[in-house]
């Protein structure tokens, strides 16, 4: 038994008999190399008639995640991360140990006088 064929299975719709040489107009671009501190390489392409200020100078490498720049033996470094601080961290580097104290002293007098404790 002969199954029933079709001529355009595995064709692309619109293909012609002259198949696909002419598939549309293609945009000039450009493409740009980024590379990351691990040397790995990263194309990028851009229309060609982008300003030079619109494109990016850094990207974030997709297989590592690091900065990657335009230029290879320079790749950008990782910054180092801080690590989470609390508020009271933050009060801490804004007052010394005194001043901490001192306050704290103001606080309570202030707190006792309301109270009629002090």
């Known amino acids: 038994m002969v199954s029933g064929g079709s001529a355009i299975r595995g064709s692309r719709v619109g293909s012609g008999p002259m198949g696909e040489q002419d598939r549309g107009i293609h945009a000039e671009r450009i493409s740009i190399s980024y590379w990351d501190a691990l040397g790995n390489e990263t194309v990028r392409h851009f229309a060609a008639n982008l300003p030079d200020d619109e494109i990016p100078d850094m990207i974030d490498s997709p297989s590592t995640g690091l900065p990657a720049g335009r230029d290879k033996n320079n790749p950008p470094q990782v910054a180092k991360n801080e690590p989470y601080k609390t508020h009271l ?24 006088q309301r109270r009629g404790t002090a």
């Open 89 to 112: 961290a933050y009060v801490k580097e804004r007052r010394t140990d005194e001043e901490a104290a001192q306050i704290l002293d103001e606080a309570l007098v202030k707190l006792r």
